[in-house]
C-alpha cells in the first residue's frame, strides 16, 4: 500500500512539474504569433486536450476489448474512468476552440471539420456516460463495453468523413501541416503541453479507476 | 444454420407485420412530421431549386428522427416473458437472432422511408423522378446500415432503466458518419450537373458502413445477449 | 521582442496548484481507504 501512495505521489509530481514548465513556455517565454497575436496561446492548452481525448478513447478501446474477453472489473473501471475524463477533455477542447474562434475570427462555431468532429466525438462520449448511468446495472458493464468499441472504431471514421464534406473556407488554422510552426519554441512548447495534459490524463484515468473499485469493495463489505 | 435463420427471419416478419405496430407508427409519424417541416421549409419562400437543395436535409433528418423512435420498441416482444432467452437456449446463434431482427427492422423501417420521401416530395414540390433508382439504392443501403446498429442499440435500451428514452443518446452519435454519409451522397445525387455513382466518396463510405456495422453486430451482439 | 504575461501565468499557476493538491489529496484518501479495506479483508479471514 505505501509503494502504491509512493508512485502517486511520484506521477502527480512529475505531471505537476511538467504543467508547470509547460505553463512557464506558455506565457513566459514563448513570443506573441504574427498574425493572431496572444490569443494563439490558447492552442497549446487546445491541442494538448485534443490529444489527451484521443488517448482516452484509445484506452476505452483496449480496456473495453479486455472486458469482453476476461469479463474483469479493472478493465470495466478504467473504461468507465476512460470515458469520463475523456469526455472533460473533449469539452475543454470544444471550449477552448470557440473562444479562441470568437475572438481571432469572430464566430463561435464554424460547420468545418475539426470542430465538427470534436463536436461529433464529444456526443459519441455523451453517449457512452448516458448509458453508463441509466443502463441496466447487471449488463451495463458489457453495453457499454461494446458501444465503447462502436464508438473507438468511430472515431477515425468521423476525423477522415468530416474532412471530406464540401467547406466554404477553411477557418481552423492549418497550424502544423502547413510549416506554420516554423519557431522551435513553438514546437517544444506544443511538445511540452501535450505531454502534460496527456500526463494529467493518464494520472485522472488511474485514480478515477480505483475510486470506482475502492467503491465496489466498499460496497460489497457493507452487505 | 440456414433453417433457423429462415425460420427467424419469418418469424420476425411476421410479428411486425401482424402487430403492425412500428410500420403503423411510422408511417403516422412521418405524415404528422412531414407535415411540419414541409410548412417549416415553405415558410421561407425559398425558389424550387432550393427547395430541391433542403429535399435530402429534410428526408434524412426525418428519417434518423422517426426510425429512432420505434425501432426502440423491436426487442420488446421478445423480452417479455423472457422469450429471448428461451430462443438463445434452443441453441440458435445470437448472431442469428441478431441478422433476423435486423432484416426484418430493415423492411420495416423502409417501408415507412419509402412512404416519408413520396409525402415529403409532394408537400414540398419535388420531382424526384429523374433520381429514383439511384435515391432508392442510397435508401436501401442508409436503412440496412441504420438497422444493423439500431438492432444492436435498440437491445441495449429495451433492457435500461429509461427503455427508449435512451436510445437516441447511444445511437446517434454513433451513427454520425452514416448521417452525413447518407445526407452527401442524396445531395451528390440531386445537385445535378456532377455524374453520379457509387464509386464516388459517399456513396462509397455507405457501403463500407453497412459491412462494419454488420459485422460489429454479428460480433459482439451474442456478448449482450448472454448476460 | 518576446511577450510575456505575469498575471495570467501566476493565475493560471494558482489554479493548477489548487488542481493538483486536490488530486494529491484524491490520491492520499484513496489509498487510506484500500489499506482500510485489506486490513478488514484480513481480519475477515482471520
Keep these: ?223 | 444454420m440456414m433453417n433457423s435463420f429462415v425460420t427467424l427471419l419469418r418469424k420476425d416478419l411476421t410479428l411486425e407485420f401482424r402487430i403492425k405496430e412500428m410500420i403503423a407508427v411510422y408511417l403516422a409519424m412521418s405524415l404528422i412530421f412531414s407535415v411540419v417541416l414541409a410548412f417549416g421549409i415553405s415558410s421561407a419562400f425559398l425558389y424550387q431549386e432550393e427547395t430541391l437543395r433542403l429535399y435530402p436535409a429534410a428526408l434524412w433528418t426525418l428519417f434518423f428522427f422517426i426510425a429512432t423512435a420505434t425501432i426502440g420498441r423491436s426487442f420488446e416482444y421478445e423480452l417479455e416473458n423472457n422469450v429471448l432467452s428461451a430462443v438463445v437456449l434452443t441453441g440458435v446463434s445470437p448472431s442469428l437472432i441478431y441478422l433476423s431482427k435486423s432484416l426484418s427492422n430493415s423492411a420495416v423501417i423502409g417501408a415507412g422511408h419509402f412512404f416519408s420521401a413520396v409525402i415529403l416530395a409532394i408537400l414540398l414540390n419535388v420531382d424526384l423522378r429523374p433520381f429514383a433508382l439511384n435515391l432508392a439504392l442510397i435508401s436501401i443501403l442508409s436503412v440496412t446500415a441504420y438497422a444493423f446498429l439500431g438492432t444492436l442499440c435498440a437491445f441495449f435500451s429495451s433492457v435500461s432503466k429509461l427503455k427508449h428514452l435512451l436510445l437516441p443518446f447511444i445511437l446517434l452519435p454513433l451513427l454520425f458518419p452514416l448521417i452525413l454519409a447518407s445526407l452527401e451522397s442524396t445531395q451528390l445525387l440531386i445537385s445535378g450537373g456532377i455524374e453520379f455513382s457509387f464509386g464516388a466518396f459517399w456513396p462509397s463510405l455507405l457501403i463500407f458502413l453497412n459491412v462494419v456495422y454488420l459485422i460489429l453486430g454479428l460480433t459482439l451482439f451474442k456478448f449482450a445477449v448472454r448476460e | 521582442m518576446v511577450d510575456t504575461f505575469p498575471g495570467l501565468f501566476w493565475g493560471y499557476t494558482a489554479i493548477w496548484a489548487i488542481l493538483v493538491l486536490y488530486i494529491v489529496r484524491l490520491a492520499i484518501r484513496i489509498n487510506r481507504l484500500e489499506k482500510r479495506i485489506k486490513s478488514s479483508e484480513d481480519s475477515h479471514k482471520h
Design chain 1, 1 to 223: 500500500m505505501k509503494n502504491l501512495l509512493r508512485i502517486d505521489i511520484l506521477a502527480i509530481s512529475l505531471t505537476g512539474i511538467i504543467i508547470a514548465y509547460a505553463n512557464y513556455l506558455v506565457f513566459m517565454v514563448v513570443p506573441n504569433e504574427r498574425i493572431m497575436g496572444a490569443v494563439q496561446r490558447i492552442f497549446y492548452f487546445h491541442v494538448g486536450s485534443a490529444i489527451a481525448c484521443y488517448v482516452a478513447f484509445g484506452i476505452v478501446f483496449v480496456s473495453s476489448l479486455a472486458y469482453l474477453a476476461r469479463r474483469d472489473r479493472v478493465s470495466d473501471a478504467i473504461s468507465e474512468a476512460a470515458a469520463e475524463v475523456g469526455f472533460v477533455f473533449a469539452s475543454i477542447v470544444l471550449l477552448s476552440g470557440m473562444i479562441w474562434g470568437k475572438v481571432a475570427w469572430n464566430t463561435w462555431f464554424n460547420w468545418e471539420p475539426r470542430l465538427v468532429s470534436f463536436l461529433l466525438l464529444w456526443m459519441i462520449f455523451l453517449g457512452y456516460i448516458f448509458l453508463r448511468a441509466f443502463g441496466e446495472p447487471s449488463r451495463v458493464a458489457t453495453q457499454c463495453a461494446i458501444i465503447g468499441i462502436i464508438g473507438a472504431l468511430m472515431v477515425p471514421v468521423v476525423i477522415f468523413s468530416v474532412k471530406l464534406l464540401p467547406q466554404v473556407f477553411q477557418l481552423h488554422p492549418q497550424v502544423v501541416e502547413k510549416q506554420g510552426l516554423r519557431e522551435p519554441l513553438f514546437v517544444s512548447t506544443m511538445f511540452y503541453s501535450m505531454g502534460a495534459l496527456t500526463l494529467l490524463n493518464l494520472v485522472l484515468i488511474w485514480l478515477r479507476a480505483r475510486i470506482t473499485l475502492t467503491d465496489e469493495k466498499l460496497n460489497e463489505e457493507t452487505w
